[in-house]
Nanobody, 119 residues
Framework: QVQLVESGGGLVQAGGSLRLSCAAS????????MGWYRQAPGKQRELVAI???????NYADSVKGRFTISRDNAKDTVYLEMNSLKPEDTAVYYC?????????????WGQGTQVTVSS
C-alpha cells in the first residue's frame, strides 16, 4: 500500500502563488507516475499535471505556463508550484500516484487539499 499526504493548500488572492507538496510513504518501491488532479464544486475531477519517474511531464492546457510540477524521487515527494493563480483554479487538489505490480496498475490518491483563489 502507498499513502499520500498533501500539504500547502490555502487561500490566496488572484495573481498569487502557492506550492503544494505530496509525500508518499509505505510501499513506495516502483512508484512510476506521480502528480496532481483537482475537483471543483459540481465538476468532475480533472488532470492538472503529472510526472513520471523518468521526468516526463504532462500538463492540462489551462495551467501550462503557470504551474510547474517537480519531483524528488529520493524523497518520494512531488511538488506543484502554482503561479498567477486565477479564481477558476479554486478546487480540492488531490495527489496521485501509480505503480505496476505483477502486470496490474494500482492507483493511489491523497485526501485532498483545498486551494481557494479569491478575486
Amino acid at each position: 500500500q502507498v499513502q499520500l499526504v498533501e500539504s500547502g493548500g490555502g487561500l490566496v488572492q488572484a495573481g498569487g502563488s502557492l506550492r503544494l507538496s505530496c509525500a508518499a510513504s509505505g510501499s513506495t518501491f516502483n512508484i512510476n507516475t506521480m502528480g496532481w488532479y483537482r475537483q471543483a464544486p459540481g465538476k468532475q475531477r480533472e488532470l492538472v499535471a503529472i510526472t513520471t519517474r523518468g521526468g516526463s511531464t504532462n500538463y492540462a492546457d489551462s495551467v501550462k505556463g503557470r504551474f510547474t510540477i517537480s519531483r524528488d524521487n529520493a524523497k518520494d515527494t512531488v511538488y506543484l508550484e502554482m503561479n498567477s493563480l486565477k479564481p477558476e483554479d479554486t478546487a480540492v487538489y488531490y495527489c496521485y500516484a501509480n505503480k505496476r505490480r505483477w502486470g496490474t496498475l494500482y492507483d493511489y490518491w491523497g485526501q485532498g487539499t483545498q486551494v481557494t483563489v479569491s478575486s
